[in-house]
Nanobody, 121 residues
Framework: QVQLVESGGGLVQPGGSLRLSCAAS????????MKWYRQAPGKERELVAS????????NYADSTRGRFTISRDNAKNTVYLQMSSLKPEDTAMYYC??????????????WGQGTQVTVSS
């Protein structure tokens, strides 16, 4: 029932741009903090960016700050990651993650299947 579906990945040359989208369904999207993670072969999963439930408190990894922009549209249940000035080291599988803590103290975390971003000349 809960679904996070990423799209927008692909092959791009260094210096190029891509916009990733993550469409959510099956839960109250506006109540969740949204995050983008990435993982490259042989590397640990890395938090790329996060954004608060109402669009506040955007945050970025040091390696992406100034090049990536996270945003969300709660009316469309969608979170975006605009990526510019892409580098080969940005190559990874990018995952969408939704997180919320309820009054009960139970933490909810949902993941998408990922979309591949490859930056290569």
């Amino acid at each position: 029932q809960v679904q996070l579906v990423e799209s927008g990945g692909g092959l791009v040359q260094p210096g190029g741009s891509l916009r990733l989208s993550c469409a959510a369904s099956g839960f109250t999207f506006s109540a969740y903090t949204m995050k983008w993670y990435r993982q490259a072969p042989g590397k640990e999963r890395e938090l790329v960016a996060s954004i608060g439930s109402t669009g506040g408190s955007p945050n970025y990894a040091d390696s992406t700050r100034g090049r990536f922009t996270i945003s969300r549209d709660n009316a469309k249940n969608t979170v975006y990651l605009q990526m510019s000035s892409l580098k080969p080291e940005d190559t990874a599988m990018y995952y969408c993650n939704a997180v919320a803590a309820r009054y009960s103290g139970v933490k909810y975390s949902y993941w998408g299947q990922g979309t591949q971003v490859t930056v290569s000349s």
